[in-house]
């Protein structure tokens, strides 16, 4: 078998796929089967667990649309993912999927067909025809006309021209109605124009009528187009039903029927069962599907084989395929659009944040209102506590992205197991976007509350100096949302996580009890605290250079007994450690990202493979 190495919008002609299984069988297996089986290459059969398939033989050929039909808990979804590729052929327990009666590289067939899960992970802010815009940029060779094109071709042959400048929407949002986002789902992975769709359950959660339209356009474009399309449908109604060309019934992971509807009703009479008026064939099939498995029963001693050596050998292709779309700058061009449209349409992230901003700058600058002139020990006692609060409202605030992130994460492993993107690029672009937005941010909130709080006003470089540390303090915690969102299973186990992480910073910080006050056991955490280094940049800023020299912070009968330089001594702070600081800040921030990139990457591989 040859894969086609064409432009998938050249309009040349492809090669039809047949897709058939050979006697395939899955199991649920333990971590330690998984771990005997990638680094040992063999299990125990004693440590069998439960079968999923069982010796499924079945096909599906171009043109046609083949049905994975059943009850719940048949296997459905796991063979539509084992022919897609998502489970590994070699976790696998026996067996082989064919494409033209010959195995395939499963990463190189990802790249020709598409697979659309049942749970649509769109972004809800951007429009119907930006989304598949931004997939075509991604999955396209050939720049923004080439996809463009295609998007105005898709638009049209998926009936989404009247709701293109819609947008997506998320449950109660005035967004598509549930049809349409099915739609653009189904077109997000057809926009490289695919020789093979596979759809798990395409009309779950639709009424009749828009259930019946998305089976009607898969069939438009099985017949039109010669593509083959396989899909997993509980109990389809009778007019959905006439248009699979083939069923395959499944029963506790066995095949109970596979081929033409006519024939499962001759199977049924032959099984002297009488089909009830008003009920379709493929419905009492499911419902006396017992009685029709009995005869393809398999032998649970025979399935405990374990055979990986055809599965581990498929054809050797061109390795000219395995190639990206797009070059790493155009990857990360494309992303950061996509994520600039996202953070400005998202008005609880971008308003609130602007908002919240100036209103906490200008609250706090009346509540320290001119502290920063005060002498005594009561003044600079204020000031450290307008320092340790800011840095607390400022490490805490970015905590909102969590939700934000995790949604993406969703996107970023589907889109990535397309090989529409790498994962370095949706890293760097993520990080270069949150740059200048950041930094609005910190602007809009040192504006204010350094002048009104009285803080250094010798010349502009201790604002320009306060403001930097700042918004490296927002990357921070930016970059420290980023890395957990990436490890963490869901919100609630994230922000537990992070919240936690957060209060150990301030905590170990220095602040609210003495470096040589804690244990050695925990030192390290003072060295790991991102409270830390920018609590020390605030107060060098502000009692450091020659003016610290000169500045007097407590007075006892009329004479200093405390310049700013001897108080930054007493605490073993030095000038030179203004810009030390701020270099290991900048280690946290590309240490972190780094992080994030690589447990994402473990994430996306671990999916892939």
Known sequence: MELPVKSPVSGGQKLP??????????????????????????????????????????????????????????????????????????????????????????????????????DDA?????????????????????????????????????????????????????????????????????????????????????????????VTLLKSMAVNHGKTIILTIHQPGFRILELFDRIVLLSNGFVVHNGPLNLLEERLKFADHRIPRRVNVLEFAIDVIESLAVSNSVSESNLNREDCRILRS????????????????????????????????????????????????????????????????????????????????????TTEGLPIFLQERRILMRETSRGAYRVSSYVIANTIVFLPFLLMVGILFTSPVYWLVGLRRDNIDGFLYFSLVVWMVLLMSNSFVACFSALVPNFIMGNSVIAGLMGSFFLFSGYFIAKDKIPNYWIFMHYLSLFKYPFECFMINEFGGKQGQKRCIEYENGECRLFGSWFLRQQNLEDSHKWSNLAVMSGFIIGYRVLCLLILWHRCYRARH
Request: glycine share 10%; proline share 4%.
């Open 17 to 118: 796929y047949r897709v058939e299984t050979k006697n395939l069988s899955y199991k649920l297996r333990s971590k330690f089967e998984k771990f005997r089986l990638n680094f040992c290459g063999r299990i125990n059969p004693d440590r069998a667990t439960k079968f999923i398939l069982k010796g499924v033989n079945c096909e599906a050929r171009p043109g046609q649309i083949t049905a994975i039909a059943g009850p719940s808990g048949a296997g459905k979804t796991t063979l539509l993912e084992i022919l897609a590729g998502r489970i590994p052929p070699c976790n696998v327990a026996s067996g082989e999927v064919l494409v033209n009666d010959r195995p395939v590289d499963v990463k190189l067939f990802r790249r020709v067909s598409g697979y659309v899960t049942q």
């Open 122 to 214: 769109l972004f809800p802010l951007l429009t119907v025809e930006e989304t598949l815009m931004y997939s075509a940029l991604l999955r396209l060779p050939g720049g923004r006309k080439e996809a463009s094109s295609r998007v105005k071709g898709l638009l049209k042959e998926l009936g989404l021209e009247h709701v293109a400048a819609s947008r997506i929407g998320e449950g109660s949002n005035n967004g598509i109605s549930g049809g349409e986002r099915r739609r653009v789902s189904i077109g997000v992975d057809l926009v490289h124009d695919p020789v093979v769709i596979l759809i798990d359950e395409p009309t779950s959660g639709l009424d009749s009528a828009s259930a019946l339209q998305i």
């Open 314 to 397: 498929p054809i050797h292709l061109e390795r000219k395929l395995l190639f990206y779309p797009n070059s790493r700058l155009e990857e990360v061009l494309i992303l950061g659009q996509r994520f600039c449209s996202n953070i400005f349409r998202t008005k609880q992230l971008f308003a609130t944040r602007v908002i919240q901003a100036l209103l906490v700058g200008f609250v706090l600058g009346t509540i320290y209102f001119n502290v920063g002139n005060d002498t005594g020990r009561i003044g600079l006692q204020t000031q450290t506590g307008f320092f340790a609060f800011t840095l607390t409202f400022l490490l805490s605030s």
